[in-house]
């Protein structure tokens, strides 16, 4: 997870699994320094959805958008 916001701890203790890192600037900046810091994120994955507070998206609509993209 990567946080762009001014809070210390924004958030209450994430699960096993979930990495944590906070940037500032604005929110794809702060991707791009979050990745730039720990480029081996990318290596565990074939897709990567980059979702976002404002999204109706649950974990079946996340399933299916990326069983479409292996499927094509």
């Not at 946080?3 to 702060?30: H, M, Q, W």
């Amino acid at each position: 997870m990567s946080y762009f916001g001014n809070r210390e701890t924004p958030f209450a203790p994430l699960p096993d699994g979930v990495s944590f890192s906070r940037e500032a600037g604005t929110k794809f900046i702060g991707l791009a320094d979050c990745l730039d810091k720990h480029p081996e994120f990318l290596n565990h994955y074939e897709y990567i959805g980059l979702a976002d507070d404002d999204l109706d998206a649950d974990a079946t609509c996340w399933n299916t958008a990326f069983s479409t993209l292996d499927r094509l």
